[in-house]
């Protein structure tokens, strides 16, 4: 005699005859399966986002596939940030730069400059940022299956991110996903405790682009090898017949790897980034809200440095005086390059109205001083913001001193790496140099890691805490501000350093020969126009990179469009 099976109300209902009789019954339809590895297929890394918002029912439904994902033990150790702020965007976009161009320095020739090529614009782009974090804070041995192998939380939290990537992509939605991250200056960003690690960050929004490749094969970095070549059977090969390596273009033995492409293509009649750092920095100036830069304003600020009585400089102090008369005259190089390019020339002296210090023995400016011409600057960076873009220059001897030492103290590296020729130093001129910065550092000890105020008036001198003034004011405005050489530059990093946001206005005109200036582009995340060796000071170069600019900009404007 049978009897009627029972039948669990909860659970599998299914019996063993079933299964046994059907292996196949589980499967959910042709067409299910067909339209999953539709979507698999169809998943890709997006980098050009529109502005259009992404509804909160809709992003919840995407966040909700991701804690729909695996998970060892199901720990669920996965934590999705959800960012909006602009202001948080563009402080991760910075930290994302930054470590692109670290990175592209150990990368051979070729691979830097395809590295360099490729963009993170959809930081800032992108309507919601979502950084997936992993909490880690539960002991390994306490959750089932990671006493063995500890990073399964890790790997539950990556197969998340992939299952918000297909939500994402059949919604329509476009996902880029940046791990040039450093993940402590991820975490501190966001305030993550300790033992919370991120995963790098989410860029979701609808996209601008519809790649129908992946972004790298696209760009040439690489092809997807055969499926055959990754599918091994029962052991690893022996030697000889095991597949070969991924391959490294590192300079160096160290890995590394390369993430996040961005699709630059656009309706021009030309190859997408045919104008290569030019088209990247358009990308970003013609974003920015302020004025139309077709004119602009050389605003060179200059300044008297105690320091130059300490042996540090090739020609006397009174040459500031000459350039400022000559700039006037409309006869110095300041004056000739800014009216070449078009632009409006400011000249402004920088003066104290306390007694300045040499670096070495005594602060170099009074904190109230400092004030005064930040504010200063502030104004004068907004009055020159109404008539374009604002190319920014400096005169002053000794000032090359006074730039390592900040550079020093802002990057928190010794005088001997950052210290550099300045304009016609000798090898001893040079071990002098290094002696005064130094021996600045050592005075100033942890005070140099203080706020930027303070380090202009421990470190600086009065166009220094000028110009910085004027980045902030000119980036408020929401113009763009095109850098000159280490002195510019280092006020620029100082303005950032004061407000984040305005490193979104910066544009790098030039990298000039001075040791310390490529360390202050890498840590400000810009890639400079020009690479010509400039030694001339004075906002020759910004002026140079400025016709540059506007030559991309009308190329841009007038150039055949594709339908």
Known sequence: MTWPRPVPTVGDPSSAAERRADPTGWALGADVVAALHEVVAARRDVRRFRPDDVAPELLEQVLAAGHRAPSVGHSQPWRFVVVREQATRDRAAGLADRERLRQAEGLTPDRRARLLDLQLEGIREAPVGVVVACDRRAAADGVLGRATFPDTDLWSCACAIQNIWLAARAAGLGLGWVTLFRPIDLAGLLGLPDGVETLGWLCLGWPDERPPEPGLERRGWSQRVPLADVVLHERWPAAGAAPEPPPSYLAAPDPAAVVAARDTGDDLLAAPGSLGVLDATIDRVVALPGADPVGGTLVLAAGDHPVAGLGVSAYPASVTADVLAATAAGESLAAVTARAAGLRLVARHAVPTRPQGDLLHADALHPDDVAT???????????????????????????????????????????????????????????????????????????????????????????????????????????????????????????????????????????????????????????????????????????????????????????????
């Open 373 to 563: 011409l930040l504010a200063d600057g502030v104004a004068l960076g907004r009055e020159a913001a109404a008539h374009g873009l604002v190319c920014l220059g400096e005169v002053g001897i000794g000032n090359t001193t006074v730039a390592a030492a900040l550079a020093c103290a802002l990057l928190d590296r010794p005088a001997a790496e950052l210290v550099g020729l300045g304009a016609g130093a000798d090898t001893a001129m040079v071990r002098r140099k290094t002696e005064v910065v130094a021996g600045a550092l050592d005075r100033v000890g942890t005070r140099a890691a203080d706020a930027p105020a303070a380090v202009l008036a421990a470190l600086g001198g009065p166009e220094f805490a000028l110009l910085t003034g004027v980045v902030l004011g000119a980036a408020g405005a929401g113009v763009p501000v095109v850098l000159d050489g280490l002195a510019t530059s280092v006020a620029a990093l100082l303005a950032v350093r004061t407000d984040a946001g305005v490193r979104s206005a910066l544009v790098a005109g030039q990298r000039s020969r001075e040791r310390g200036h490529a360390a202050i582009l890498v840590e400000l995340g810009l890639e400079p126009l020009l690479d010509l060796r400039l030694r001339a000071g004075e906002g020759v170069g910004a002026c140079l990179a400025a016709q540059a600019l506007r030559s991309g900009l009308a190329v841009r404007r007038a150039a055949g469009r594709t339908r």
